[in-house]
């Protein structure tokens, strides 16, 4: 099983969206998948008890954040059932936080681009290097710019990439852009996959140029997610074969 954390410990990073991306892209795909929802908010979870209710398909389980204690031996056990275990980690240096980054193939770090995400991302590598040496262990990180304009590169974001390239902090090729479909990934508690039909079914009755225009958007998340998917997957992929 492939352990994936995703840690900031500023709120708002798209951390949470981040992981439910990539699990969804990756149940898609045909993966088994796992989300352990450690961050005290328990979005994700909310999102799939939402769903249960409703009577809707999870396409993969969510668990509840256990005892700290407990938590290294639930994502032993999660090996039964998943080939992918995704994590979202809450924001402090919790106790919790580090149990689950021992088990870590892969830290997927989000941040915006702006030189104050920069230094909470910085102290998320600081996190998973001390975690690391506790371990003895290398435990493999990178960084994932989000909430980016579609359209271009902002001077903020240049200036942090060419930080990171200085000191040699890996970074996704892909970067997840602010759009409204990932939006609604949690306030309608849909999946990204859905929202094609939503969107047509919403726009019935509309012009043709205005409902275009819309799926557009959504195709262009689904594009995105799926791109940023598959940078994840080659990263963690070739860390397990090093």
């Known amino acids: 099983m492939y352990v994936i954390t995703f840690a900031n410990p500023k709120g708002g990073s798209g951390k949470t969206t981040s992981a439910m991306l990539l699990a969804e892209q990756i149940a898609l795909s045909g993966g088994r998948v796992s989300i352990l929802d450690l961050d005290p908010n328990a979005n994700i979870l909310a999102w799939s008890e939402g769903r249960q209710a409703a009577g809707r398909d999870v396409p993969f389980a969510v668990h509840a954040r256990p005892q700290a204690e407990d938590t290294v031996e639930l994502i032993d056990q999660l090996a039964d059932e998943a080939d992918y275990l995704i994590i979202d980690l809450e924001g402090s240096k919790d106790q919790v936080v580090t149990f689950a980054l021992s088990r870590t193939d892969l830290c997927v770090i989000p941040l915006d681009g702006s030189p104050m995400e920069a230094r909470q991302a910085a102290a998320a590598v600081r996190l998973v290097q001390t975690t690391s040496s506790m371990i003895r262990a290398p435990i493999a990180y990178s960084l994932l710019f989000t909430r980016t304009n579609a359209a271009f590169q902002t001077t903020d974001e240049r200036d942090v ?82």
């Open 161 to 242: 990439r060419q930080e990171m390239e200085i000191n040699n902090i890996p970074t996704l090729p892909i970067r997840i852009a602010k759009r409204a479909p990932y939006t609604r990934i949690f306030r309608d508690g849909v999946l990204l996959a859905e929202l094609p039909d939503i969107v047509t079914n919403e726009h019935q009755g509309k012009t043709a140029s205005v409902t275009d225009k819309a799926l557009k958007q959504v195709a262009g998340a689904i594009e995105n997610a799926r791109d940023y998917a598959q940078a994840v997957i080659h990263a963690l992929t070739k860390e397990r074969a090093a």
